[in-house]
C-alpha cells in the first residue's frame, strides 16, 4: 500500500520562500515519476512540477524558474522548493506517484496515488 505524507506547508510574505516534501512508503520514488499539484479555492487541481524516474524535471509555466523538484532516494522524499512566492501560488499542495515507470504527465488522471495535501498560503 502506497501512503503520501506531505509537511512543510505554512503561511509565508510574497517574495519569500519555502520548501515542502512529500514522504513515501510503499513505493520507491526513485523508480517511478513523482508530480506535485496544487488546488486553489474554487479553482480545479493543476500541475506544478513532475520529475521522472531517470531525474528529468518539468514545470508549469507559472512556476518555472521559482520552483524546483528534487528527491532523495535515500529517504525516499520528493520536496518542491520554491522561491519568490506570490499570492497566487496560495493552494493545497499536493503530491501523487505516477501509475507508470516511464513518461511523466500533467493529468492529474495519470497518477494514481495522491497525499492528504498540505496548506501554502502567501501573503500579500
Known amino acids: 500500500q502506497v501512503q503520501l505524507v506531505e509537511s512543510g506547508g505554512g503561511l509565508v510574505q510574497a517574495g519569500g520562500s519555502l520548501r515542502i516534501s512529500c514522504a513515501a512508503s510503499g513505493r520507491t520514488v526513485g523508480n517511478y515519476p513523482m508530480g506535485w499539484f496544487r488546488q486553489a479555492p474554487g479553482k480545479e487541481r493543476e500541475f506544478v512540477a513532475a520529475?521522472?524516474?531517470?531525474?528529468?524535471?518539468y514545470y508549469a509555466t507559472s512556476v518555472k524558474g521559482r520552483f524546483t523538484i528534487s528527491r532523495d532516494n535515500a529517504k525516499n522524499t520528493v520536496y518542491l522548493q520554491m522561491e519568490s512566492l506570490k499570492p497566487e501560488d496560495t493552494a493545497v499542495f499536493y503530491c501523487a506517484t505516477g501509475r507508470e515507470k516511464y513518461g511523466v504527465s500533467v493529468h492529474a488522471s495519470w497518477y494514481d496515488n495522491w497525499g492528504q495535501g498540505t496548506q501554502v498560503t502567501v501573503s500579500s
Open positions: 520529475i521522472s524516474w531517470s531525474g528529468g524535471t
